[in-house]
């Protein structure tokens, strides 16, 4: 019998770990360009901040220099974070103008930071393996996940470019290390403060003081020129009073009184942000220098919000320094097997992290449905109402007009120059929107806000969350509602005549229309009229009481529905918004009149008219099921539409 040759193990050896790698670059990379379509896809991803940056790519094109819209005006990205690197994207952006476009580059580009780290621990470990495993690593690091995953981000951005930079130092490719610093340099003004410190380590620990002391000179010149020259240089009169000069400190740190409230998230967070890589990363100390400025900052940041949440995009760039210092400390343990071991228990670590805190597919106790789990419809989830959404804008909203959208809506009008959000976050009250009306044609809202957050029992968000906008748009006199489906509203400025849909809510001495008693929980029907106009245009009115002798704590909304159709819900306007359940005193009767068009893709046929009352404050109101009913309250028939 012939003998079969006998091939030498060392190439598969070589050539194994290079195969998983790429298998598991280009295998998590998907999985997260994915997840990151899927929730933009799901309307989850706002305007702050991706329809923002969107915005502002798409504007180089036009000879704009990275330009969006804020609250205050139009300006530039250039006055706030000078992300230079955007505007590499604009060329992409162009060919196909979609905030996916950033998207998928950003997780395709955060994912290629796993072949810098195989290299380098590679070659500073002894074995392909170790770097299989700390690429690994690299690639499940829980905020480094959860930075792709949250929008679009300069420090995203910057996290693999920093260790493609270092892997070339270490192989003193000095053309490709000036270009990947240069890159990550780009990214965000603040990146210069950990590119200074690397700047150090490099002179003091790697063998290339020169290297290092102009690496650490390269940083602070660039800090100094971004923060001092192209900061101020972009700003203008419009730009936000809080991100100029040395108010931007103040913006993020200028509460530390806070800080005592809420120390123990923080120290979770920061466990979260630094647990999986301190076992081999304490010996290893030196390079988690240059990423303890951007995490602590994140960390003692009391700006908007919990911006010190390891979920936010503020950790993505400490990632490539844990990784360093994992790789450092590693190398430091002497002996073979027990780098071994802990090589193995930091990944184990860091998978058990990720499978804890981050929603991904790899996860099962994160992959539900439940409030926060990747499978809800404010994570990842898409509901058959996100496709009445698209419909919506598709069909009612016009291209590059000027126009205010509800937070979630606007992403999908981003390559316009004028967009504002309806409502900010931050606003005091609806009487901000008075000042950003001047400046648009249109106003996007969404009456049924589906997007709500569950803290405990605490719900924020919700359907409830811009019925201050609404109704400071009903009684805006330049305005007027056009278009309304399933909740979704858009209002135009000076509409032509006969095409506003009148909205009108008062408080009666007597009921007048035809009686249709009926319990609804907190609220007594009293009569209620449906009139044809003509074509697919009717009025409909209503009259109502409170039950009792008090008026419900929280907000409540009548709905109506067509037939049991959950894709053309009618939300009383007047009495979501001009004269709501919280202002009614007991014993009083009030009337609310509206219009509406019933929606072309409704087939002819006969329809029956139901309402019913729901509590807005119950984390599901949006969907106006049975969840948000009162107990033993059904929705009551009131009419029949026959449409033809």
Do not use: C
């Amino acid at each position: 019998m012939e003998q079969v040759p006998q091939h030498s193990a060392a190439p598969m050896a070589r050539t194994a770990p290079v195969l998983a790698l790429a298998a598991l670059t280009l295998g998590i990379g998907a999985m997260l360009a994915w997840l990151s379509v899927l929730r933009y896809a799901g309307f989850n991803a706002g305007m702050l901040d991706l329809g923002n940056m969107a915005q502002a790519i798409a504007s180089v094109p036009r000879g704009r220099p990275l330009e969006f819209t804020y609250k205050e005006g139009e300006m530039s990205r250039l006055a706030f974070h000078v992300e230079l690197i955007y505007l590499l994207f604009a060329p992409l952006y162009a060919l196909w103008p979609d905030p996916r476009t950033l998207l998928i580059g950003q997780a395709l580009l955060a994912a290629s930071g796993a072949i810098p780290a195989y290299r380098l621990a590679g070659r500073r470990l002894g074995s392909p393996w170790a770097g299989l495993a700390v690429a690994l690593i690299y690639l499940l690091y829980p905020v480094a996940q959860t930075g792709v995953l949250f929008d679009f981000h300069g420090d995203t951005l910057a996290m693999p470019l920093l260790l493609w930079s270092v892997e070339a130092l270490d192989r003193r490719a000095w053309r490709a290390y000036i270009l990947w610093l240069a890159l990550a340099l780009a990214s965000k003004f603040y990146v210069a403060a950990p590119v200074a410190l690397m700047g150090l380590v490099i002179w003091r620990w790697e063998r290339a003081p020169r290297a290092g002391l102009l690496t650490a000179m390269a940083g602070l010149a660039y800090g100094a020129l971004a923060f001092l020259l192209i900061r101020p240089l972009f700003t203008t009169g419009a730009t936000s009073e809080a991100h100029r000069g040395l108010s931007y400190l103040s913006y993020y740190f200028g509460t530390f009184a806070n800080l005592a409230g809420s120390l123990e998230p923080r120290l979770i967070n920061a466990l979260i942000v630094f647990g999986p890589a301190l076992l081999a990363g304490l010996r290893g100390w030196r390079w988690l220098l240059p990423g303890l400025p951007i995490a602590a900052a994140a960390l003692l940041s009391t700006g908007p919000g919990s911006s010190f949440d390891y979920r936010y995009h503020h950790y993505a760039m400490a990632v490539p320094f844990l990784v360093l210092a994992i790789i450092d400390g590693a190398a430091r343990t002497s002996a073979p097997a027990r780098r071994w071991i802990v090589l193995g228990a930091t990944l184990a670590i860091t998978v058990a992290a990720n499978l804890v805190f981050v929603s991904t597919p790899l996860s099962p106790l994160r992959w539900s449905a439940d409030p926060g789990m990747a499978l809800d419809h404010t994570v990842y989830g898409r509901t058959p109402r996100d496709a009445v959404k698209e419909q919506f804008i598709r069909e009612f909203v016009p291209t590059g007009e000027p126009i205010a959208a509800s937070i979630f809506l606007a992403p999908r009008l981003a390559s316009r120059e004028t967009l504002y959000s309806l409502r900010y976050p931050d606003d005091p009250g609806p009487e901000a929107l008075a000042e950003r009306l001047p400046r648009v044609r249109y106003a996007l809202a969404d009456a049924l806000f589906d997007y709500r957050v569950v803290n405990g029992n605490s719900v924020a968000g919700g359907p409830a969350y811009e019925a201050g906008v609404i109704a400071a748009l009903l009684r805006e006199p330049a305005f007027g509602l056009v278009a309304a489906r399933d909740g979704l509203l858009l209002f135009q400025r000076e509409p032509p005549p006969d095409s506003a849909l009148e909205q009108h809510a008062a408080i009666v001495n007597a009921p007048i229309l035809p009686a249709t008693p009926a319990d609804l929980g907190p609220v007594a029907l009293l009569g209620a009229r449906v009139e044809h106009l003509g074509g697919r245009r009717f009025r409909a009115e209503f009259e109502w009481q409170l039950s009792g002798t008090e008026r419900p704590a929280g907000p409540w909304a009548a709905v109506s529905r067509l037939g049991g159709r959950d894709d053309a819900r009618i939300v009383h306007l007047p009495t979501f918004a001009l004269l709501p359940i919280g202002s009614w005193a007991p014993g009083q009767i009030v009337r609310e009149r509206f219009e509406l068009v019933i929606p072309a893709d409704l087939p002819p046929g006969d329809y029956p008219w139901s309402v019913a009352w729901y509590d807005l404050t119950h984390p599901e109101a949006a969907f106006t099921d049975e969840r948000a009913l009162p107990p033993a309250i059904q929705p009551v028939v009131v009419a029949t539409l026959t449409l033809r």
